[in-house]
T-cell receptor, first 114, second 114 residues
């Protein structure tokens, strides 16, 4: 069964450094998402992406965050200058055309900011 | 604004018990509802998606019901096993055009004791 893959599984970075989290969505999916989960808290929506542009972003997704789909397969989340509070599990998801299609998630990247 | 609540927050049961996890949402105008499983420190595994037009959806020992008018869904787990121990999350999509961000509950942490 096709699946969403995320790399790396764990990233440790010094505060102030840039990080890029990578995702390969399911190949025929059209909608892409990033979510994050701070330890012990709810999963939170960050950004959705469709037709090569951002559909919506949350208030968390400030100027330090950006997303790209540089080729036909990868979908990346970049944090330019990481802060301690960016430490979280980051999940990528994708879904097919249609409002009732499920979102399929990757295994996540655990980001630890020191 | 959509809010999702799950009760109980934690549940510990002996192996073999049938159990019910609850999810409630404040805005009944939903397209569907997804139930996920999350093992500690791991990703999000989709268990069931129940469409707004459905009242029930079954997969193996799992049965999800949906009552849109009352803003509730339940996940029924029959004959629980130690391998069912995990956190169970429910999520509903907020649909606005091409944006389908999921709004999440905090989850029910389930421990099934042998």
């Amino acid at each position: 069964e096709p699946e969403v893959t995320q790399t790396p599984s764990h990233q440790v970075t010094q505060m102030g450094q840039e990080v890029i989290l990578r995702c390969v969505p399911i190949s025929n999916h059209l909608y892409f998402y990033w979510y994050r989960q701070i330890l012990g808290q709810k999963v939170e929506f960050l950004v959705s992406f469709y037709n090569n542009e951002i559909s919506e972003k949350s208030e968390i997704f400030d100027d330090q965050f950006s997303v790209e789909r540089p080729d036909g397969s990868n979908f990346t989340l970049k944090i330019r200058s990481t802060k301690l509070e960016d430490s979280a599990m980051y999940f990528c998801a994708s879904s097919d055309q249609g409002s009732n299609q499920p979102q399929h998630f990757g295994d996540g990247t655990r980001l630890s900011i020191l | 604004k959509q809010e999702v609540t799950q009760i109980p927050a934690a549940l510990s049961v002996p192996e073999g018990e049938n159990l019910v996890l609850n999810c409630s949402f404040t805005d009944s105008a939903i397209y569907n509802l997804q139930w996920f499983r999350q093992d500690p420190g791991k990703g999000l595994t989709s268990l069931l998606l129940i469409q707004s037009s459905q009242r029930e959806q079954t997969s193996g020992r799992l049965n999800a019901s949906l009552d849109k008018s009352s803003g509730r869904s339940t996940l029924y787990i029959a004959a629980s096993q130690p391998g069912d121990s995990a956190t169970y999350l429910c999520a509903v999509p907020y649909n606005a055009g091409n944006n389908r961000k999921l709004i999440w509950g905090l989850g029910t942490s389930l421990a099934v004791n042998p």
